[in-house]
């Protein structure tokens, strides 16, 4: 069977208000929201968090399939990050280039695996995160920091 390598990702959202947003991604359905400080109703991640969450979570989808494919048995993954914010663009005071200059990604894991097999996770993972791939392209440094207990 063939694999397709080039898909289309559809994602829509519908503007329930000016901080609620309902997104619709294949047959499931979210909602972005602003904290009420900012006048939402804070049933949500507001997008910029959205947006390090998605950091986040390829970091733990990627890990996973490295770890697979190296024959490395992963106990536990925690995966949680540090992000500076320069927010004069979103509370629209200035145009800011690079919103997010840096990001400290924290993963934690619990494995039994070789030095050589965990260096071989921790040299893919940037590799092959089409998220930190995007992030990094944009200027933003991002340091991972690992955090490795045996079991």
Not at 13 to 37: N, W, Y
Not at 131 to 140: F, P, Q
Request: glycine content about 6%.
């Amino acid at each position: 069977m063939k694999v397709k390598t080039l898909v289309r990702a559809k994602v829509s959202g519908e503007a329930e208000s000016h901080s609620r947003t309902i997104l619709k991604a294949r047959d499931l359905i979210d909602v972005s929201d602003e904290p009420a400080e900012r006048g939402g109703t804070n049933e949500g991640f507001a997008p910029t968090e959205m947006f390090l969450a998605s950091l986040i979570a390829c970091s733990n989808v990627i890990t996973h399939k490295i770890a697979k494919q190296h024959g490395i048995k992963l106990d536990a993954l925690a995966v949680s990050l540090d992000a500076g914010f320069n927010r004069l663009g979103v509370t629209l005071q200035e145009e800011i280039e690079l919103p997010f200059p840096d990001i400290q990604l924290n993963i934690s894991a619990t494995t039994d695996a070789s030095n050589s097999e965990l260096d071989q996770l921790k040299r893919d993972l940037p590799r092959y995160c089409p998220v930190s791939k995007m992030i990094e392209a944009a200027g933003t440094d991002i340091t991972t920091v690992w955090e490795i207990q045996r079991p």
